[in-house]
């Protein structure tokens, strides 16, 4: 941790030359790992990290530097380099800091890394198990527990100073299926920012059995049909579609410099009036879940959108000002290494009212992505690409043929209006967001939802 | 990094067999937002990883905490992990008698002022925009980066490598009617005088509004051509799928196809890490020498690439493509890589195609590959070739089809080979039958 003294001394060297805000951000952070290939503990891993990120802002401009050596002249010099990236006087001085108190939303007190090794063995060792019971096509089992710990403490020119410390840690199940040259894979990845109590509420064999069985069913699949068709895309998983497609657009560091299809639009119906969304990153336990941000606010849960209308963006401090918007909680970076900017934390699509069984029942022909894998967006244009993980043809409302290969691509705005019916099954998945300030932990989630109309690829030809 | 204390202290812990890895790295990177230098980042850091042999095992730590105490962590972690591994047979390289060097350190690089570097970039933002009145947001990023990697082990192997390179990366949002594109073209390299500013912005400013005018087609089979830059792409994830860890392992369509006829037969594929440019690498993570060879020729696979480990286990010599990961040594392709270039110009390629389309960009490859199977299904842009020319642009097309089956049915190869990102140099490649969605 880094004193008061040193901390009001870096602040200072950054101000000199008229920045109107200077922070330090200080990190240290261990990971852990330990990975099981098809039963044999082949590697554990073990990674620690500490640095300082000082960051200089002067209106619509910021200069950061970091650094992982922490020596009181290191961090003083690192400041005065930075401050010559500005040319005038001093205009702020560094307040005295105050003790920001935080709110706990998710104790774990170090839970991953006071746990014997060898009880994550043994969970371990269970799923390898019933991964390979499921049956001989199951080729390659892989499973690890992957924890992390973060402590950091801010300071800031205002006089902000909070300490806070965050711990996410994962279980995660891949199974490989074989025939011949054919192959399939599938995966699951729980996780949970509270304490290890999460792990003991699964059903660690029935998560391992159902992955082996879908990556087993992979190998009979079909090639998906390509075309226009109504997509029925899945809950949990199945958010990730709404963050990369419209999330990212919302974020301020896209909407204040006018690079994003959302920008100046705060109050326009932008999608069907069925859908409710939010990120919330107050949510315990959650896998974008923090009790502050990394500039130090508390994070809080915004209503993206309001029945259609577009009601509010994600704001950091220094896009906020540039769109006199206050910040909201949802600066976030990966670590010291990054400047932080407005990221997302556990966004999702509200429940709405249909069934998940009325959904399939009134779709007569079209795809049933039950989960999506991943892929990206442009946020200028909003146009985006998916790959389906598990993913069926729905033939006069029944789940048909199961088809491999299909990426669901359109534009988040055309998306968000053809949705046309939202189930009440909203769950939310883990996942990493990779952007500007590198790759953080964010949940993502929605209910099981009907888009009209969507851009399907696949090799299978013409759905019929 | 004083690498002779952290040997002693393995020493005095009885830890006889390691190699550590020390790096230190510096960067700046700048980028420029309407007309001004908005973001300066400038940093250090520094790391050290340790591989330990203990009790026949290989166990691995990293730490950034360069002091005493971390480092006594680091050593304690490697003695408290190692009972739990169940893996054996991890080795320590015992050297080879010559390795090739190279610097790939531009010292001039290090010796141009940051002002100089800043008007570069705002140079070439004020270019793109005064290229087109349609072309609106304009952003410009310099980086630029220094290394220094140091590897030593206990059977004497000392390497050290310094290296330095520049990258420029320029987007533009180009607007017409309701259409909005954007476009974007990186550039890497270590000599800064090499930097063509007047061409680098010719080529995003036309690449960008060649955009605008787009059309749809119906979706079936056609004629496709890759560019140079999706070819490498493809390139990457088919080298990438000769892991010999992941054939030995059975997660590999390469397994048991050594000397087997795996792709078509104009297909040779070189990797050349060896090449005296700033992407020279002449040993990999354990020490073991690089050297320039082919991977795949005349579309029979010669080797799968090896660490020390899974060289052992084939019984064949290493092929120097270790690399260090937080929990193993892994195994991966060097960037220095291409596909050999074939007879036709680029132009006399499209020629021969008549009518098709030329694919510019594949998006998503991280998630819309599925690398066991290598079936591919991804978000493309590009052009309608029409009578042997590049005519409108296409966009919201999918391109489906499957990796391995790509090399194996390539038709045509261009002349013109390019260097695109990460070093990975291609040509155009043509395919027939390929299925795209719109």
């Known amino acids: 941790m880094i004193s008061k003294k040193l901390a009001k001394q870096v602040l200072e060297a950054g101000l000199v030359s008229g920045a109107d805000f200077a922070e330090l951000y200080y990190e240290e952070e261990k990971k852990n790992a330990i990975n099981l290939d098809n039963g044999v503990l082949e590697g554990v891993a073990n990674v620690s990290s500490s640095g300082v990120g000082i960051r200089l802002l002067k209106g619509d401009h910021s200069v950061y530097g970091y650094t992982n050596d922490l020596k009181g002249g290191r961090l003083i010099a690192l400041a005065q380099k930075l401050a010559n990236g500005f040319h005038g006087q001093k205009v702020v001085e560094c307040r005295d800091f105050i003790n920001q108190r935080v709110k706990n939303i998710n104790p774990n007190d170090g839970a991953y890394f006071k746990t014997p090794i060898q009880e994550k063995i ?13 049956s001989p096509l199951v080729t390659r089992a892989l499973v690890s527990f992957v924890g992390d710990q973060k402590k950091i403490e801010i300071y800031n020119s205002d006089g902000l100073h909070v300490k806070d410390s965050r711990e996410h840690t994962r279980l995660v199940f891949r199974a490989e299926a074989s025939r011949g040259d054919q192959h399939e894979s599938a995966f699951a990845i729980p996780g949970t920012t509270g304490n290890m109590d999460y792990f003991k509420t699964l059903d660690i064999n029935q998560i391992a059995r159902n992955t082996a069985q879908e990556a087993i069913e992979g190998l009979d699949a079909k090639e998906c049909p390509s075309g226009k068709m109504d997509v029925i895309i899945g809950n949990a998983t199945g958010g990730v579609l709404f963050h990369e497609a419209c999330g990212h657009s919302l974020e301020a560091s896209a909407v204040a410099r006018n690079l994003s299809v959302f920008a100046n639009r705060q109050g326009e119906q932008i999608a069907s009036p069925l ?75 509200d ?26 967006v442009m946020p200028t244009t909003g146009q985006f690409e998916f790959a389906c993980g598990v993913a069926y043809i729905v033939r006069d409302g029944k789940i048909a043929e199961r088809v491999r290969g299909a990426t669901l691509i359109g534009s988040g705005e055309e998306v968000l209006k053809n949705i046309d019916m939202i189930a009440n099954d909203l769950d939310l998945d883990t996942g990493y967001c990779g952007s500007a300030s590198g790759s953080v932990p964010v949940g993502t989630g929605q209910p099981t939802l009907r888009v009209k109309n969507l851009l399907v690829g696949g090799n299978g030809g013409k759905l019929a | 990094m004083n690498l002779n ?8 812990k009885q830890i006889n067999e390691a190699e550590c890895r020390f790096a230190s790295s510096t960067a700046l990177s700048f980028s420029t937002f309407r007309g001004a230098i908005a973001n300066y980042t400038t940093h ?91 072309f609106g947001e304009v952003e410009v990023e310099y980086a630029e980066y220094e290394d220094i990697h140091e590897y030593r082990n206990s059977y004497g192997v000392k390497l050290k490598n310094k290296s330095n390179s520049f990258s420029i990366f320029a987007s533009v949002v180009a607007k017409e009617g309701k259409i909005t594109k954007v476009g974007y073209l990186p550039y890497i390299g270590n000599d800064y005088h090499k930097f063509n500013l007047t061409a680098f912005v010719e080529e995003l400013a036309q690449l960008t509004l060649k955009k605008l005018n787009v059309t749809q087609l119906t979706s079936k089979k056609y004629r496709v051509v890759f560019d140079p830059e999706v070819t490498t792409t493809l390139l990457g994830a088919y080298i990438s799928q000769l892991n010999a860890e992941e054939i030995l392992k059975g997660s590999s369509w390469f397994k048991d196809k050594i000397n087997t006829q795996v792709a078509n037969k104009r297909v040779t594929i070189v990797e050349t890490p060896l090449k005296r440019d700033f992407d020279f690498v002449g040993a990999d993570a354990q020490g073991v020498p690089t050297m320039n060879r082919p991977l795949i020729k005349k579309g029979v696979l010669l080797t799968y690439l090896h660490n020390l480990e899974t060289a052992q286990k084939f019984g064949v010599e290493p092929t120097g493509h270790a690399v260090a990961t937080a929990s193993k040594i892994s195994i991966h392709p060097h960037d220095a890589l291409h596909l050999k270039p074939g007879r036709l110009t680029k132009e006399e390629l499209l020629a021969q195609v008549g009518d098709g389309i030329y694919i510019t960009e594949l998006e998503g490859l991280h998630a819309g590959l599925d690398a066991l199977s290598g079936n591919i299904s991804l978000k493309a842009e590009g052009f309608v070739i029409q009578d042997g020319k590049l005519t409108t642009a296409l966009d919201m097309m999918t391109v489906t089809a499957n990796l391995f089956d790509i090399f194996a049915r390539i038709k045509k190869i261009s002349q013109n080979i390019e260097y695109v990102k990460e070093g990975f140099m291609a040509p155009c490649i043509y395919l027939d039958k390929i299925a795209i969605s719109f």
């Open chain 1, 122 to 134: 043994a969970v371990l060792k269970q799923a390898t198990q019933a991964m390979k019971e499921v």
């Open chain 1, 275 to 349: 859908v409710n969304a939010y990120d919330d990153g107050t949510m315990p336990g959650y896998w974008g879940t923090n009790n502050i941000d990394d500039e130090g606010h508390p994070t809080e849960r915004t209503c993206l959108i309001k029945n259609g209308v577009l009601n509010d963006y994600l704001v950091d401090r220094f896009f906020g000002q540039q769109m006199k918007h206050r910040a909201n909680g949802a600066c976030r970076r990966q670590s010291y290494k990054y400047e932080p900017i407005t990221r997302m934390s556990n966004t999702y699509i």
């Open chain 1, 351 to 376: 429940n709405g009212t249909s069934t998940v069984e009325e959904i399939i029942k009134n779709t007569k022909l079209g795809l049933y992505a039950k989960s999506l894998r991943g892929g990206s």
């Open chain 2, 5 to 12: 204390k952290v040997f002693a202290l393995l020493a005095s």
């Open chain 2, 44 to 134: 250090t850091s520094n790391h050290l990883g340790i591989d330990a042999i203990i009790d026949h095992k290989l166990v691995i730590s990293y730490t950034e905490d360069l002091t005493n105490s971390g480092i006594n962590t680091l050593i304690d972690n490697l003695i408290t992990t190692a009972p739990y591994i169940e893996k054996t047979g991890g080795m320590i390289f015992h050297g080879a008698s010559k390795y090739k060097k190279f610097t790939n350190f531009n010292k001039e690089l290090a010796t141009i002022s940051v002002q100089e570097k800043q008007n570069l970039i705002l140079n070439i933002e004020k270019a793109l925009k005064a290229y087109d009145t349609r």
